[in-house]
């Protein structure tokens, strides 16, 4: 049996290798307007990229243009060191080894389950190569099966199986989960995350769900109108986004005015540690999960009140105001008695990240 | 900042790009230039029939002009509007008897009402000849046990009226009822909630929405009408038809036959682009995609019974009579001693003409559907466009013109087979361009793509994926093809080899020469035939609009 399984990748290593997928200046325009934008972006061998972004900010074309479906108007591509697109230029979609897994799965309807998997492999290796995928994505002895007397679950199971059987250079997912339900997109997520580890495979992931991104890649790409405005791992992007859009994008975020000098800021919740050096005017970055809240008592002097509650079950969520009438939001544990009219004591975990205001995006 | 700020912000939501779908590469090139040949073919007798006619030079005003000419157009004219409005009047209220009430049998109506289809339309003026004719039976009837004789002629307008709206009545309730299908009775429902009877509740909501399906069928109809060669013949009356055909016979100075040509391409023409242009609007009217939900049917109560004698008269002049009439010819001629040995071979080259006009059609048609389905560029939808021609292009004047082609430069190919499927191919090609196209446009794209990214090439991708899938949309498009030509009648005639009888052409000269007897048995073989693709296509309508897919 064929088998793709390599250790994971240590950092040297990484560093070491060319990328598997190698973009440089990207940039494909409809009508002359840019949807991709000029983008550079790599990818090394058994690394998870997820590109994330609002619909229409150029992903999916990102996508389509690295497995050949569209033809780029500057910059070129290079996949396992060879290139593969530039204007003028590109090696067909066939010529590739690209696997691909669509929104809607789109299996071949007219085909049982086993030929959809086997039809991009060579017939002399068909039978063990469609059982071997099969039997990765946990699905083997439903090879005779028609594509729809599946789940949807189970179709996008299958064209994951589909595209990983090839043995292709790099899969790419367009929003794999898109149509399906939350509680199957859940349990999906952590199944594919499962078996893309397990065969080491190198990914590209493009979603707009914030949460899919953060909690399956290695890396997330975040792309707004057809440029990648940041690139790194998701703790990263998370606790230090470069900009306030890609900090409320990929996350609840709310914003305080400060005045920073060096390593501290100072705004209405105190005098604060910040990750970076800054001076003068700044905006304070405050995820509400970093707020802690302590009930006034004998030796905590309460400086907002509790004005709302939600209740979520695994967390709930506190509205505060201040004694300057603004107002924040607190995520806390589902446990513990505040309740709104408390009055609280509000106060930072950890470092903040400033930002240069910015007086247009209020 | 407010507390439902637990939802993601979507901070910039980019601005819409034009689609991206299905055809953003260049077409490949030999798919332009078949389809351009294509067209080029399609083209070809309506730009023959332009020079023919722009011969007559200075004659051509006067001639145009002439009072004759007029009165034509007003005849054609005033059959084709008449005939649309009666058959909307027949269509109409059975679609919504059979969609929306407890009408009796209702399940079986449905399919009796559409099947009218397969009565070529010039046999059902026949029997009506028959019944109602000056020495009809009906007449006879009237006049041994009424002592009436002055019963009005059959002939001329009447006749073709009655007919022509009869048999094409069957296109406006297929298209009502697939209108009805797709609009949901919540509107009608609120209006009957509201204090509306039921029937001025159809009326200010349901069928205000059905008024581009209504329209649309009537065209149609009207269309056909316009087009219709044999059923005015028989009948006698002066449309613009049997006029091309009467000057054709009857005169060496040809260049009137193709004025008059032209003149009803005009019309025609008129037509199919009013029809066209509804018909998108007819789409957007139509509420979702899937099947309308399941509703209380209407209780009809007393009004049961003129609702049944409604549907029985319908059906008894546009499916019974004619069959009874056959029938009893055929009984007729047979005791006579009518052999009817001709009828195999007949039959024969009736089939073989129908499956390889239906071939060559759907063959000539896939580059077509191919280019306009699958790519989005301009040069795909021009000549899209420029196949749909042949709905406006009326059987006699396509072999009209081709009789002047093949006399004229293609002497090898005048009265041969190949000719004739030519002229099939133009005539036919737009239905089996609209249903392969739309075959094609039901395989999702990204199917496509999946099949390059495993690595087959495009024409592998072509063969393996994307025409099987599409395969029993273009079986029914060549199946519909074939149906219309096994009963085309003026092009048959003009352009068939010598002594090359199909059923058609049968029913065609013995009827002309009153001998109805000898016409029963390929007129009834010919229903016979026509009957069994009709009945594939209807199966395979209706599996398509209860499964909801391609």
Redesign the interface.
Known sequence: MVQTIESPPTDEQTALRPPVLQITGLEKR??N?P?VDTIDLAVHQGEVLSIL??????K??TL?LI?????PDRGSIEIGGQLMSRPGRCE?????????V???G?L???MSVGDNVG??VESSQRRERVAWALEVVGLGGLASRMPYELSGGQQQRVSLA??LA?NPSIILLDEPFASLDAALRTRLRTDVRQILAAVSATVIWVTHD?EEALSLSDRVAVM???VIVQDAAPEELYHRPVS???G??V??A?FLPGSASGRRVTCELGDLPTYTAAEGEVDVMIR?EALRLTPAGPDVVPNAVVT?R?F?GHDQ?L?IELASGT???ARLGSYGGIRPGDRVRVSLRGAVLTLQTDRE?V | ?S?A??T???????????A?AAG??QPPLVLVALALAVAALVLLPLIYLIIRASEAGEKFRTLLLRDRTLEILINTILLSVSVAITAAVIAVPAAWLVARTDMPGGRWLSPLFALPLVIPSYIGALTFIVILGPRGELSRWLEKSAGIEAFPSIYGFWGSWLALSLFTAPYVFLTVSAALQGIDPVHEEAARSLGKGSIESFMRTTLRQLRPAIFSGMLLSALYAVSDFGVVSLMRYDSLTRAIFVQYQASFDRSYAALLGLVLVAFALLLVGAESMLRDKAVYYRIGSGVARQRQPRQLGWKKAPALLFAGVVLLLSLALPLIVLVRWLVRALRRGESFDQLLTVTGNTLVLGIAAALITTAAALPVALLAGRYRSRIGAVIERTTYIGYGLPGIVIGLSFVFLGANYLIQLYQTVPLLLLAYMVRFIPQAVGSTKSSLMQV?P??E??????????TATMAR?TM??AMPGVLAGAALVFLTVVKELPMTILLRPTGMDTLATEVWTASSDLRYGEASGPALMLILVSAIPSAVIFARARQTAMRGD?
Not at chain 2, 11 to 17: S, Y
Not at chain 2, 451 to 458: A, V
């Open positions: 409809y009508r307007v949807v972004g609002p619909s229409g900010c150029g999916t074309t389509r497995a050949g479906f569209e033809e067909p979609p066939e010529k590739r080894r690209v696997g691909m669509f929104q809607d789109v071949f309807p007219h039809f991009g589909r595209a090839p914030q707004f109108n057809g306030r859009d890609v409320m994008f996350g609840d709310q509400p709302d939600l979520f969520l509205r107002t924040l939001n995006s | 900042m507390l700020a637990g993601r912000k979507h901070a910039l939501d980019g601005p819409r790009w034009p991206r953003v590469r999702n990204r199917m793509d999946a099949s390059r990214g495993l690595g087959r090439s495009w994926i099987p899938i391609a």
